[in-house]
């Protein structure tokens, strides 16, 4: 467990309990912590989890999306280029932490996604579809299935930085680098 101060490129709590919560730093480290409402603010213990894994690419992590059901399950999304970590190339991660342990297990979930960044990643939790944002539009991995297809036709062919799914009006809302924001109704 650490305690320390460290460069944090994304931090995300989850629904599923108010104490959990995951991070990552500018270097690729992931942390989770089970008591982030701790008082005061310098009893919150984190444990790395990263280094329980042979296939983490350790690259900058550019998203974590928490299971809203489950806060010791996560995806994970990685910005760089696999050829700069031919022995741990990937984009997309799932990870599950095992709070009795300490350790976490990750998969990788990248399956046919090219060797191009990941800017951003969520999940829609009524399909359990995931959507991959990147330099090229946005990318989605259907519940099951291990191949990576464009999101919908018409989605710009542009930088995406961000998305949002809002589950209520079963909406994603992808956000890119000039041409605004786009809309697509999930299913």
């Not at 108010?18 to 992931?30: I, L, P, Q």
């Not at 297990?105 to 960044?117: A, F, G």
Request: proline letters at 6%; zero cysteines.
């Amino acid at each position: 467990m650490v305690s320390a101060r460290v460069p944090t490129s994304v931090i995300e709590r989850t629904k599923a309990d108010t104490s959990t919560a995951w991070a990552a730093t500018d270097s690729g480290r992931v942390f989770i912590t089970k008591n982030v409402d701790a008082e005061p603010a310098s009893a919150v213990t984190w444990t790395r989890i990263d280094d329980d894994s042979t296939i983490d690419p350790n690259r900058f992590v550019s998203s974590i999306y928490v299971d809203p059901a489950d806060g010791n399950h996560a995806w994970i999304s990685y910005s760089g280029f696999s050829v700069n970590t031919p022995a741990t190339p990937g984009h997309v991660f799932e990870v599950t932490y095992d709070p009795g342990t300490g350790t976490a297990s990750w998969v990788d979930r990248s399956y046919d996604l090219q060797d191009l960044p990941i800017t951003d990643l969520v999940r829609d939790d009524v399909t359990g579809n995931l959507y991959a944002s990147n330099d090229f539009g946005v990318l989605v991995l259907a519940a099951g299935t291990t191949t990576w297809t464009l999101a919908a036709p018409g989605m710009p062919n542009v930088e995406v930085a961000g998305l949002t799914v809002v589950p209520s009006e079963r909406i994603l809302y992808a956000a890119t680098h000039g041409l605004g924001a786009w809309r697509l109704n999930l299913g």
